[in-house]
């Protein structure tokens, strides 16, 4: 059975890319928080992600104004189809709620664990 988001898998080095470029470890498990995602000049890398979504998945997801919570939804699309899981975990510490994003390997991962930019 075929992907409902891609026309093609996208390579791992691409998403390995959108990690580095959004400042999200490659060492996994990764955690992150939302807030310290880097979300500058990412124009490049939606256009080289574009070409591997089907067409109406591209629009949905790729074609509007990306803030934060919609790249941590792209991460969750490129990990599950490379067999990680992207989780979450909310706490609350003093009254201010904290969400921390965790990437990890499961089962069927297919790609290795970490890459070496440079």
Same mark, same amino acid.
């Given at each position: 059975m075929g992907s409902q988001l891609f026309r093609e898998l996208p390579p791992w080095t691409l998403i390995l890319k959108i990690f580095h470029s959004l400042c999200v470890p490659t060492e996994f498990p990764a955690t992150f928080q939302r807030g310290t995602l880097t979300i500058i000049n990412m124009e490049y890398l939606l256009s080289e992600l574009h070409? !591997? !979504?089907k067409p109406n998945k591209a629009a949905l997801y790729l074609e509007r104004d990306l803030g934060p919570k919609e790249w941590i939804t792209i991460l969750r699309h490129l990990c599950e189809v490379h067999g990680y899981e992207l989780s979450s975990k909310e706490t609350t510490r003093d009254g201010k709620k904290t969400v921390f994003y965790t990437i990890q390997r499961? +089962? +069927?991962a297919k790609v290795p664990?970490?890459?070496d930019f440079s």
């Open positions: 070409p !591997y !979504y499961t +089962a +069927a664990l970490k890459i």
